[in-house]
Nanobody, 116 residues
Framework: QVQLVESGGGLVEPGGSLRLSCAAS????????MGWYRQAPGKRRELVAD???????NYADSVKGRFTISRDNAKNTIYLQMNSLKPEDTAVYLC??????????WGQGAQVTVSS
């Protein structure tokens, strides 16, 4: 059973920063790519960033230069550092573990709201 627990969401003003964490259970973590996705009301879930088991990263164009994904295999945790936040970044952020190149296991989500 794979369990993912996100934390670190909240309310922040435009231009501010937040750091999300996703703690994963199970020995699969160190060998699995993982990613952060987000879903805003009325919109489709979209990829924010993902990271391979070896640390190679990939970002959506909308967050390049502002967000940074990282992982700590010793702690079974991935992070998303979000800087220069914009109102359009408001969404529920979910972490996922990939299986065969596809996000398969999901966390419950963390609300991020960017508003003045």
């Amino acid at each position: 059973q794979v369990q993912l627990v996100e934390s670190g969401g909240g309310l922040v003003e435009p231009g501010g920063s937040l750091r999300l964490s996703c703690a994963a259970s199970g020995s699969i973590f160190s060998f699995s790519p993982m990613g952060w996705y987000r879903q805003a009301p009325g919109k489709r879930r979209e990829l924010v960033a993902d990271i391979s088991s070896g640390g190679t990263t990939n970002y959506a164009d909308s967050v390049k230069g502002r967000f940074t994904i990282s992982r700590d295999n010793a702690k079974n945790t991935i992070y998303l550092q979000m800087n220069s936040l914009k109102p359009e970044d408001t969404a529920v952020y979910l972490c996922a573990v990939y299986r065969r190149g596809t996000p398969t296991y999901w966390g419950q989500g963390a609300q991020v709201t960017v508003s003045s």
